[in-house]
């Protein structure tokens, strides 16, 4: 886990917003030479995009102050960019539109930065393409408003890895357990992958904007009984009910797998695992302390019929 300070992740930021502030200069200086500046761009994009916008919401989503923002406006109007409209809702609010002339005015500017970025890609390999762009995904996804979509998908190339270094890496942090753990399941995917039977066994990976943020497991124990493995629930996804949903497409497709019950094998301290396992209908069949991963545990077998 990371010991930075609260003050040296705050000089982090500043710097990268430095960085990028630079980056972003950089990239739109041949804005400068035509006819209106990068904020009057924005604001001209912004109305191509939305059709019910006021020039309070300008105001409020591009932090602009309303005098200038009103001078703008005024400039656009003048110059037929703009057009204004009573509200259909509120008689009071006037709505903004971008006139044709305002479209033609805007799409060889957009097309310009379309074409600046893309010579900024193109000096990268694609798997470095790939890598800012999930990068920049994940950063919106932090700061913006929490999106709850998600998907469940099949395993692909890495994905085992993946879930052996996460689960690794998320134990150690939230419960002080050691490489055992991480020697455990990488031992459970390998003989998973190698001894695979997609009749009888099954995993399903939970991915939100691009990132794997969840997975669990289904193995055949016997001919009538199946076994979850390995639920996992990344931090960054918790609340979804990502968890809830894997144990339920587990259930589903061992019934119709043609398995009689289910068994799972999990620790006491695992609460919010335990949490899903009981509304799952999942009952405590077996306890017994142990020592393992660094830590005196109580290990629970749970079963339910299906």
Not at 9 to 31: A, K, P, S
């Amino acid at each position: 886990m990371s010991t930075q300070s609260l003050r040296e992740r705050t000089d982090t930021v500043r710097r990268f917003n430095r960085f990028y502030t630079h980056q972003i200069g950089v990239l739109h200086e041949h804005l400068l030479d035509s006819a209106f500046s990068l904020t009057e761009v924005r604001i001209l994009y912004e109305l191509a995009h939305r059709s019910d916008l006021t020039s309070a919401d300008l105001c409020r989503e591009l932090g602009l102050n309303a005098g200038y923002l009103s001078r703008v406006i005024a400039g656009f109007t003048k110059q037929g960019l703009v057009a204004k409209t009573r509200s259909p809702t509120d008689a009071r609010a006037v709505q903004l539109q971008l006139t044709e002339a305002g479209q033609h005015t805007l799409a060889p500017l957009v097309e310009a930065s379309r074409r600046d970025v893309a010579a900024m890609l193109e000096r990268l390999p694609a798997t470095a393409q790939q890598d800012l762009v999930a990068a920049m995904g994940q950063i919106e996804n932090l700061l913006g408003a929490p999106s709850h979509s998600y998907l469940l998908r099949n395993p692909q190339p890495g994905d085992m890895g993946w879930i052996i270094h996460r689960q690794a890496v998320l134990y150690a942090q939230e419960y002080g357990w050691n490489n055992e753990y991480e020697a455990l399941a990488a031992d459970i995917l390998a003989k998973f992958m190698r001894e695979f039977d997609p009749a009888a066994e099954r995993c399903w990976i939970a991915e939100k904007d691009g990132k794997v943020v969840g997975s669990v497991f289904i193995v055949r124990q016997d001919a009538s009984t199946a076994k979850l493995r390995l639920l996992y629930v990344d931090p960054c996804a918790r609340g979804m009910g990502i968890g809830s949903r894997l144990v339920d497409e587990c259930l589903r497709f061992s019934r119709q797998a043609g398995y009689t019950k289910m068994v799972l094998w999990t620790n006491s301290v695992l609460t919010g695992a335990r949490r899903i396992y009981d509304q799952a209908g999942f009952q405590l069949v077996e306890e017994e302390a142990h020592h393992s991963f660094g830590k005196d545990l109580m290990g629970q077998v749970l079963a339910r019929d299906l």
